[in-house]
């Protein structure tokens, strides 16, 4: 989860291309954005994937949400994991799902069991959230699913030396310890990069952090 244009799609994204790479079959329902937007931001980072949906290992589905029920969603993903054997299932993004429904709370107790049985079937299922605004803080009345998730990395933006830096922490991880150190990084035509721990700064994820390390040359920080 995480703020608009912070890289939610593209992480989601990579889980499919490493699982096509494995040779195994993903599949990939698109709410918000066009397949070719998708399909053109992968090539932009050197992470393409047209080869993999050519051969049918990732399978992409634009949904629109006016023309396709939640029922005959689920059904999808139902066909996609018993029938294409599908490992990887992402769903980008939850909001959208969910503003396709008449009853979120209905929708919410269908996601769960849907979620459930893709556990048990051993498929991974990426729910990629929008938060609202730039900064990510959740408004009254938005749906948090995050409850929903054995485990849940979370996106922010921070300003730092006049610029706007991305930084990424493990918040929860059911199975077991996590990482619990916020770590930066950036989304280039290179692909995605992971940087070291951001020790040096203090409160990152509030978006205005404030450097705590030693100051380096006449400048400082
Ligand atoms: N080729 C590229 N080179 C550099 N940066 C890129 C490239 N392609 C994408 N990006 C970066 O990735 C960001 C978009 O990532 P992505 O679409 O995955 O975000 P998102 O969190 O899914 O956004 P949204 O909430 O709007 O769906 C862009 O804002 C840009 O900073
Ligand atoms: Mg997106």
Do not use: W
Not at 74 to 96: F, P
Not at 184 to 210: C, H
């Amino acid at each position: 989860m995480g703020p608009s244009g912070s890289g939610k799609s593209t992480f989601a994204m990579v889980f499919a291309r490493r699982c096509a790479d494995r040779g195994e079959r993903a599949a990939v329902f698109l709410f918000d954005e066009a397949r070719e937007t998708m399909l053109a931001r992968m090539r932009g980072i050197g992470m393409g994937i047209d080869a993999h949906v050519e051969a049918e290992r990732v399978e992409v589905t634009q949904v629109d949400p006016a023309q396709l029920s939640p029922g005959e969603f689920l059904h999808r993903v139902q066909a996609a994991v018993d029938e294409k054997k599908c490992r990887v299932v992402i769903i980008d993004s939850v909001n959208g799902l969910l503003q396709s429904m008449p009853n979120e709370s209905f929708l919410l107790l269908q996601l769960h069991d849907m979620l459930m049985y893709l556990g048990q079937q051993g498929v991974l299922t990426v729910l990629v959230s929008t938060e609202h605004g730039i900064l990510g803080r959740r408004v009254a009345g938005s749906m948090d699913v995050s409850y929903l998730a054995d485990t849940v990395i979370l996106a922010r933006y921070f300003e730092a030396r006049g610029a706007v830096r991305k930084a990424l922490s493990v918040m929860k991880k059911r199975t077991g310890g996590h990482e619990k150190t916020i770590r930066e990084y950036d989304i280039t035509s290179s692909g995605v990069g992971i940087g070291e721990p951001l020790v040096e700064f203090q409160g990152v994820l509030t978006g205005v952090p404030a450097y705590t390390g030693e100051k380096r040359g006449a400048g400082g920080a």
